[in-house]
């Protein structure tokens, strides 16, 4: 069966068609990193991840490009740094924040049973290297010579009314979007829903060289330039949460569009429901946040991620105990069930409700008719489609210390600048046993060496 899913460009179901199916290519928006994240945010993360692997599936390993960024420049980030380190120098306290929410929300996700994605990239990394223009800066000035942005009073703004179909994608009247936008009428602006590419920076704020005054990227154009990078102008997918659709989505759509001269940004846009908690809007002056830490805290990552897959992406979950309680009865007896398989075939049926726009609900009921028919081997396999492994009911199978990987990571780069080599490689060999890979890089702002890890899979 060929693979359909809802498309918001055109709100309908349709017909999966890659642009080149050697390199289906997929970009979903990532976390701001300032907070560890809650499990509305891992809803996205566990409904992309679970198209990353069905894409897999269909058209081989190694033809799917998966990019999930990571935001490491927003005005948040900045509130944030300062509130945690004051009278630091703020970029060394963002560069605090930033790293360690980047190291937790990663070890959130491989909790959750979550594919490492083809790129990570981060934000900070596409503005400029060494002075020299990067994709944001260049993405931003080619707007610029097409009549589709203009500077004032320091500020780069997209002129809204220079793209005859902005709106599109949300379907909006101009009153709803502005509304939705809740954009400042700054005095600077053309037109109220002109949005920002670039603005000035404050002495003391996070700061890079550009055409128009040392600043910073508006947080559209940040996805835009890390999507052309590593996608190119047009892609297959882009996805996230419905939230995003309006402005965030639009703007990047206008951005790409107008730079590019493309007629479209992606083909497909899929956006997940929005997660309430017990009934409610989760918030934090309602005490009903919950982050995935939280979760996992009290559940196996597979029984979480398995609750969150009882109810179509599209449609709002409602987070409750009850439903983690279920999905455990559940993932037991499917464990008990598959006890001593090593893993056959994927059910076709299976793939089959997948393919029809991720029907996760589907797909867990032909689960349980795999249990009732004894077929152990096709249920851990069919399993795997959906990221669930059998459980292990040991509470050490259930994360990874993310806070010991820092502190590991933290002196072995000691150890180095001591060029006490010895030491290092035994703190390497220490990560390795506990099951993390180390990938050492070049910092490219500042040289200096940055290591990230991996769950070995
Ligand atoms: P943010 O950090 O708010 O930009 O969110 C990161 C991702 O999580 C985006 O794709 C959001 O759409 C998504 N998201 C945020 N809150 C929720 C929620 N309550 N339910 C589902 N998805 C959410
Ligand atoms: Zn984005």
Redesign the pocket.
């Known amino acids: 069966m060929a693979l359909r899913l809802h498309n918001t460009l055109t709100r309908t179901k349709e017909d999966f068609t890659p642009i080149d199916p050697e390199n289906v290519r997929m970009y979903?928006?990532?976390?701001?990193v300032y907070d560890f994240?809650?499990?509305?945010?891992?809803?996205?993360?566990i409904v992309f991840d679970v198209l990353f692997r069905l894409l897999r599936h269909l058209y081989g390993e190694s033809h799917v490009t998966y990019v999930r960024n990571i935001?490491d420049v927003d005005d948040k980030i900045n509130a944030r740094a300062a509130e945690e380190y004051p009278g630091r120098p703020l970029n060394e306290a963002i560069r605090e924040v930033t790293r360690r929410t980047e190291a937790q929300f990663r070890a959130d996700v491989a909790a959750l049973g979550c594919l490492e994605p083809t790129h990570q990239p981060r934000a900070t990394e596409f503005i400029c290297d060494d002075g020299q223009p990067e994709d944001m800066i260049r993405l931003i000035t080619r707007l610029i010579e097409r009549k589709h942005a203009y500077v004032a009073e320091g500020h780069v703004l997209f002129d809204v009314p220079s793209m005859a179909d902005y709106g599109r994608l949300s379907n909006r009247t101009l009153d709803e979007m502005l509304a939705g936008a809740r954009v400042d009428v700054a005095p600077y602006k053309r037109d109220p829903m002109d949005f920002v590419l670039w603005k000035p920076s404050k002495p003391g704020e996070p700061a890079w060289p550009s055409p128009w005054g040392n600043g910073r990227p508006g947080w559209h154009i940040e996805c835009s330039a890390m999507a052309g990078a590593l996608l190119g102008p047009t892609f297959d997918i882009h996805?996230?949460?419905?939230?995003?659709v309006f402005p965030?989505h639009e703007n990047e759509m206008a951005q790409s569009r107008c730079a590019h001269g493309t007629s479209t940004m992606a083909n497909y846009w899929l956006?997940?429901?929005?997660?309430?908690v017990e009934g409610e809007?989760?918030s934090k002056s309602l005490g009903n946040f919950v982050t995935i830490r939280d979760v996992l805290k009290d559940w196996p990552g597979d029984v979480a991620r398995l609750a969150m897959l009882g109810t179509h992406y599209r449609q709002p979950?409602n987070w409750t105990l009850a439903s983690l309680k279920e999905a455990r009865t559940v993932l037991r007896e499917w464990s008990d069930a598959s006890e001593g398989a090593t893993g056959g075939e994927v059910a076709p049926d299976v793939v089959e409700a997948l393919s029809d726009d991720l029907n996760t609900p589907l797909a867990i009921a032909r689960l349980h008719a795999l249990r009732k028919a004894k077929d152990g081997e096709a249920l851990v396999a069919s399993m795997g489609m959906l990221g669930i492994g059998r459980l292990v009911e040991t509470t050490a199978d259930i994360g990874i210390d993310a806070t010991r990987v820092a502190a590991l990571i933290a002196a072995r780069a000691a150890a180095r600048k001591a060029k006490d080599f010895a030491e290092a490689d035994r703190i390497r060999g220490e990560l390795d046993a506990m099951g993390i890979a180390l990938k050492d890089a070049k910092d490219p702002p500042t040289g200096e060496l940055v290591t990230t890890w991996e769950v070995k899979r």
Do not use: E, Y
């Open positions: 979903v928006c990532g976390p701001t994240a809650h499990i509305g945010n891992a809803r996205p993360l935001t996805g996230g949460g419905i939230d995003l965030h956006h997940n429901g929005f997660l309430q809007k989760m979950i």
